[in-house]
């Protein structure tokens, strides 16, 4: 059995179909939806590249001290027999201490275009899904192939005509530059501003949603590929404006940037979709891949959990709470039916309802916040101490809200 972990940065979980988004064209990722299981519920540990190697590749939280000579997952599954190759586009996560451990490295060109390019085979994305399909063709099995595109986040040279589909007839043409914006939206700004940045961005999705097509259709030809399970999430999502930012701010744990989506397909086509509203996080993958190929974990129950019981319908949750941050900046409480921003004044927003944290709680519960504060201070003790599984129970009240 293998696998193919394909993590996209910058794909904002409001710009896929499969997440309620009726406006931007994703098949092949709502396809993807149809055939697997679909996870609803995923924060990001963290808010930058090293949060997700140590999360996903050690199991770590980056709020916990790194542990010196722990085997990452590359090398647990090397050392069970299983080729592992990590494809990236992004130098800094190349060059991370957690990647060493992959048996092969490719490192793609970074992202060059100043311009749009003229066809959908001239892009970045394009050349990184075919060379990431070029080197699955090569591809025995068992094996491990993790692939990591930062492309949404530093160029858009999707074709014009892509952004340009998303524009009305008496909507202005949107922007023709391949720069990835980033800055403040002022008080006054003009909306079509926003709604140019907005298409751009969305033509760019489509261009992913392309090369995910490619490989799903690799998945179906290729008698490896159909002995190949596929997981798909982001690291982190783009805010397009919604708390008047957009682009890369990484400083905040707003829901547009750590609430990312993420499904899994099985080997073979499913009978139906599945779906779970479970808290997961990256640091689950690394649980799940060792159970998948039958990988004694060195660590159970420190941080990450296998989220195989939940694609097999064999459970509904893997936690009730989970802490995100790291270490100097923002960190924040997420419970089944909370989401406490530990800022100054705090923000406490009641989930999922309030998907995109429009309306702030905190002065009319502020019992609930300071329950919440509890909550979070002895999930940060028990962190640093390895004994997450020793957590006290939550109350009715903090895990379905209010009557």
Same mark, same amino acid.
């Given at each position: 059995?293998?696998?193919?972990?394909?993590?996209?940065?910058?794909?904002?979980?409001?710009?896929?179909?499969?997440?309620?988004?009726?406006?931007?064209?994703?098949?092949?990722?709502?396809?993807?939806?149809?055939?697997?299981?679909?996870?609803?519920?995923?924060?990001?540990?963290?808010?930058?590249?090293?949060a997700?190697?140590?999360?996903?590749?050690?199991?770590?939280?980056?709020?916990s001290?790194?542990?010196?000579?722990?085997?990452?997952?590359?090398?647990?599954?090397?050392?069970?027999?299983?080729?592992?190759?990590?494809?990236?586009?992004?130098?800094?996560?190349?060059?991370?201490?957690a990647?060493?451990?992959?048996?092969?490295?490719?490192?793609?060109?970074?992202?060059?275009?100043?311009?749009?390019?003229?066809?959908v085979?001239?892009?970045?994305?394009?050349?990184?899904?075919?060379?990431?399909?070029?080197?699955?063709?090569?591809?025995?099995?068992?094996?491990?192939?993790?692939?990591?595109?930062?492309?949404?986040?530093?160029v858009?040279?999707?074709?014009?005509?892509?952004?340009?589909?998303?524009?009305?007839?008496?909507?202005?043409?949107?922007?023709?530059?391949?720069?990835?914006?980033?800055?403040?939206?002022?008080?006054?700004?003009?909306?079509?501003?926003?709604?140019?940045?907005?298409?751009?961005?969305?033509?760019?999705?489509t261009?992913?949603?392309?090369?995910?097509?490619?490989?799903?259709?690799?998945?179906?030809?290729?008698?490896?590929g159909?002995?190949?399970?596929?997981v798909?999430?982001?690291?982190?999502?783009?805010?397009?404006?919604?708390?008047?930012?957009?682009?890369?701010?990484?400083?905040?744990?707003?829901?547009?940037?750590?609430?990312?989506?993420?499904?899994?397909?099985?080997?073979?086509?499913?009978?139906?979709?599945?779906?779970?509203?479970?808290?997961?996080?990256?640091a689950?993958?690394?649980?799940?891949?060792?159970?998948?190929?039958?990988?004694?974990?060195?660590?159970?129950?420190?941080?990450?959990?296998?989220?195989l !019981?939940?694609? *097999?319908? %064999?459970?509904?949750? @893997?936690? /009730? #709470?989970?802490?995100l941050?790291?270490?100097?900046? &923002?960190?924040?409480?997420?419970?089944?039916?909370w989401y406490?921003?530990?800022?100054?004044?705090p923000?406490?927003?009641?989930? !999922?309802?309030? *998907?995109? %944290?429009?309306?702030? @709680?905190? /002065? #009319?519960?502020?019992?609930?916040?300071?329950?919440? &504060?509890?909550?979070?201070?002895?999930?940060?003790?028990?962190?640093?101490?390895?004994?997450?599984?020793?957590?006290?129970?939550?109350?009715?009240?903090?895990?379905?809200?209010?009557?």
């Amino acid at each position: 059995m293998n696998v193919i972990c394909v993590v996209i940065d910058r794909l904002h979980v409001g710009m896929v179909g499969a997440y309620g988004n009726a406006w931007v064209r994703t098949p092949a990722m709502d396809q993807l939806a149809c055939e697997g299981f679909t996870f609803d519920q995923v924060l990001a540990t963290g808010a930058s590249t090293a949060a997700l190697c140590r999360s996903a590749w050690r199991g770590e939280h980056p709020l916990s001290e790194e542990q010196a000579g722990e085997a990452s997952l590359a090398e647990l599954l090397g050392a069970a027999g299983v080729a592992t190759t990590l494809l990236t586009d992004d130098p800094d996560l190349a060059a991370a201490p957690a990647s060493h451990g992959f048996g092969q490295r490719i490192v793609l060109p970074l992202p060059g275009a100043e311009a749009t390019a003229e066809d959908v085979d001239q892009t970045h994305l394009a050349g990184c899904f075919a060379r990431v399909i070029e080197h699955l063709d090569t591809c025995t099995g068992p094996f491990l192939t993790w692939v990591h595109l930062s492309s949404l986040g530093r160029v858009w040279d999707a074709p014009y005509d892509l952004r340009a589909r998303y524009a009305e007839a008496d909507d202005p043409p949107p922007p023709e530059s391949a720069t990835v914006p980033r800055f403040e939206l002022a008080d006054d700004a003009d909306p079509d501003l926003l709604l140019g940045i907005t298409q751009s961005y969305a033509g760019q999705v489509t261009l992913l949603d392309m090369g995910v097509g490619a490989l799903t259709q690799w998945l179906e030809e290729s008698p490896v590929g159909r002995e190949t399970l596929l997981v798909l999430l982001s690291a982190r999502g783009f805010p397009l404006g919604e708390h008047g930012r957009v682009g890369a701010w990484d400083e905040t744990l707003s829901s547009e940037t750590v609430h990312v989506p993420m499904m899994v397909r099985l080997p073979g086509v499913s009978s139906g979709a599945g779906r779970g509203q479970a808290l997961v996080t990256p640091a689950d993958l690394c649980p799940t891949l060792l159970e998948w190929w039958s990988v004694a974990d060195p660590s159970p129950g420190v941080l990450g959990r296998s989220l195989l !019981p939940l694609v *097999r319908g %064999e459970a509904d949750a @893997v936690r /009730d #709470r989970f802490l995100l941050g790291e270490v100097g900046g &923002e960190t924040a409480l997420r419970t089944p039916a909370w989401y406490l921003r530990r800022t100054d004044p705090p923000r406490l927003f009641f989930k !999922p309802d309030d *998907r995109w %944290e429009v309306s702030d @709680v905190a /002065d #009319r519960c502020q019992e609930v916040v300071a329950r919440l &504060e509890d909550v979070a201070q002895e999930y940060q003790q028990q962190l640093q101490a390895g004994q997450l599984d020793e957590l006290s129970p939550l109350d009715e009240t903090l895990l379905v809200g209010p009557d």
